[in-house]
């Protein structure tokens, strides 16, 4: 398995910027799904980007072409940066690794767009 730790949430203006991190305790090279997902108050938690070992990415609609997800398989940390934030992004961001079919989360953090 593999602990994960999220930092780089906040509180932002609509139309600003985030990016956030996950640390990884261990390699990630090998994990083939990573990603984010999030959890707005009152709702179920949703995917928000996923990437694999090969780099391949894919995003939820309500993402596309505001979020990317990257890797960097040398400091075992995935990113998200999200651009062109809007209020309905307002959540608690979790990072995930699928391990041996097992999906191991972090313990969030914190993002908030408002005015």
């Known amino acids: 398995q593999v602990q994960l730790v999220e930092s780089g949430g906040g509180l932002v203006q609509p139309g600003g910027s985030l990016r956030l991190s996950c640390a990884a305790s261990r390699s990630i090279a090998s994990i083939y799904f990573m990603g984010w997902y999030r959890r707005a108050p009152g709702k179920q938690r949703e995917l928000v980007a996923q990437?694999?070992?090969?780099?391949?990415?894919n995003y939820a609609d309500f993402v596309k072409g505001r979020f990317a997800i990257s890797r960097d398989n040398a400091k075992n940390t995935v990113y998200l940066q999200m651009n062109g934030l809007k209020p309905e992004d307002t959540a608690v961001y979790y990072c995930?690794?699928?391990?041996?079919?097992?999906?191991?989360w972090g313990q969030g953090t914190q993002v908030t767009v408002s005015s």
């Open positions: 995930n690794a699928v391990v041996n079919g097992q999906y191991n």
């Open positions: 990437i694999t070992s090969g780099f391949s990415s």
